[in-house]
Structures are given as C-alpha cells and as structure tokens.
C-alpha cells in the first residue's frame, strides 16, 4: 500500500514537499516514480528513483531543477521536494512502485508500475 500526503495549495513560485509512505511491500527492492494528472490530461510521469544503493534519479524536462525525488529505506518513504511551483503544476501527484527490470530507465511508463497510491491534490495559484 501507498499513501501520498503534504498536497494543498501553494501560490506560484512556493514550495510543497509531497511524502509517500509505503507498506506491505519490500520497498527498499522497489523502484519509485511520482506522476501527476491534471483534469482532462493524461497520466504524466514527474520523476523516478531506482531502488539500488546508487538511487539514481530522473526528471521529466518540465521539472528538471525544480523537483527533487529521494527515498529512505530506513522508514519506507520517497518524496517529492517541488519548488518554484508554477500554476501548470497543478494537477493531482501519484507515488507508485515498481521492478526496476520492469520499468527500465528513466521508468516514464505508467503501466509497468505495479502499486499506485491514491493521490494527492497540488494547487498553484497565480
């Protein structure tokens, strides 16, 4: 199970720091990626981090510099750090967990994740 919590609202340019917390699952063997949906849109990939010791992570362009996904094993949670937030970040963020040998790299696919939690609400005001 995943839950995802530290959503809400935030004028443009503030900062948010999303959680996820992980359970009934050996998280420190899972990769984990953030994805986002705005109404209308489709599923967007945010960022991954792998679940090896070196954690390397990835961004999606439109984060790149702004977001910082990390992860403790010790206390199976990942995180999402947004800052300089902008009002087309607005849109409902995802935790989900995955077999890196199913993701592959940078792990943007949606349907290979295989745990999804129930969503956080991130609004930026202009």
């Known amino acids: 199970q995943l839950v995802e919590s530290g959503g809400g609202l935030v004028q443009a340019g503030g900062s948010l720091r999303l959680s996820c917390a992980a359970s009934?699952?050996?998280?420190?063997?899972?990769?984990m990626g953030w994805f986002r949906q705005a109404p209308g849109k489709e599923r967007e990939w945010v960022a991954s981090?792998?679940?090896?010791?070196?954690?390397?992570?990835y961004y999606s362009p439109s984060v790149e510099g702004r977001f910082t996904i990390s992860r403790d094993n010790a206390n199976n949670r990942a995180y999402l750090e947004m800052n300089s937030l902008r009002p087309e970040d607005t849109a409902v963020y995802y935790c989900?967990?995955?077999?890196?040998?199913?993701?592959?790299?940078?792990?943007?696919?949606?349907?290979?994740?295989?745990?999804w939690g129930q969503g956080t609400q991130v609004t930026v005001s202009s």
């Open positions: 981090i792998s679940w090896n010791i070196a954690s390397t992570t």
């Open positions: 989900a967990a995955g077999d890196q040998w199913k993701l592959g790299r940078p792990g943007e696919h949606p349907v290979k994740y295989s745990y």
């Open positions: 009934g699952l050996n998280f420190e063997r899972f990769a």
